[in-house]
């Protein structure tokens, strides 16, 4: 399987920051990379596909980075309601893992 | 808007069969390319991909499932279903039923992602 490993674990950042979240690979999977929000007793929502294409709906605020390895969520003017569990997806293979997420605190 | 909702007992003994359906709606299951799938959470092992069912009925498991697994479709009630055999408390999980979509560049296959879930079913194995 291929293993997705997220940094930092945790995060906390005040409204208005621009904060980052890594994901990276244990093999290559081009630009198969998905990122999730997750709001506690929520499923996961898409915010970002294919690594860079945002879906729709999600403020413009996130984007995403990346190929091959190594990946990169941003989220500027961070809100609120950015208080949540972001996780990165691969679909490059089967079975397609999540990193182990990144909680991100707003202070 | 398709909405997606699983049901199913919340509470299975050990090594019984956890049975979960997902209930479609605002779209049928049988139309368009997309494939339809089961995802799981618990607190020791994070999101786990468990499986997925495309419109071809081809079924793909995760190996460390495979044995137990069953994902299986009717289109003639809109929903699909999973079934995990010889459960155990390690399988206490909340379960996550979701579409998975594609996206081409041309012909070639460009992304792959899950943008409609349930809102999740909580099942315990315990006697």
């Known amino acids: 399987d291929i293993q997705m490993t997220q940094s930092p674990s945790s995060l906390s950042a005040s409204v208005g920051d621009i904060v980052t979240v890594t994901c990276r690979a244990s093999?290559?999977?081009?630009?198969?990379l998905n990122w999730y929000q997750q709001q506690p007793g929520k499923a996961p929502k898409l915010l970002i596909y294919g690594a860079s294409t945002l879906q729709g709906g999600v403020p413009s605020r996130f984007s995403g980075s990346g190929s091959g390895t190594d990946f990169t969520l941003s989220i500027t003017s961070l809100q609120p309601e950015d208080s949540a569990t972001y996780y990165c997806?691969?679909?490059?293979?089967?079975?397609?893992?999540f990193g182990l997420g990144t909680k991100l605190e707003i202070k | 808007q398709l909405q997606l909702q699983e049901s199913g007992p919340g509470l299975v003994k050990p090594s019984e069969t956890l049975s979960l359906i997902c209930t479609v709606s605002g779209g049928s299951i049988g139309s368009g390319t997309y494939y339809w799938g089961w995802i799981r959470q618990s607190p020791g092992k994070g999101l786990e991909w468990i499986g997925v069912i495309y419109g071809s009925g081809r079924t793909d498991y995760n190996p460390s499932l495979k044995s137990r697994v069953t994902i299986s479709v009717d289109t003639s009630k809109n929903h699909f279903s999973l079934m995990l055999s010889s459960v155990t408390a390690a399988d206490t999980a909340v379960y996550y039923c979701?579409?998975?979509?594609?996206?081409?560049?041309?012909?070639?296959?460009?992304?792959?992602?899950?943008?409609?879930w349930g809102q999740g079913a909580l099942v315990t194995v315990s006697s």
């Open positions: 997806q691969q679909t490059y293979t089967t079975p397609y893992t």
């Open positions: 093999q290559y999977i081009a630009s198969f």
């Open positions: 979701a579409r998975g979509d594609r996206r081409y560049s041309g012909s070639y296959l460009s992304a792959e992602y899950f943008q409609y």
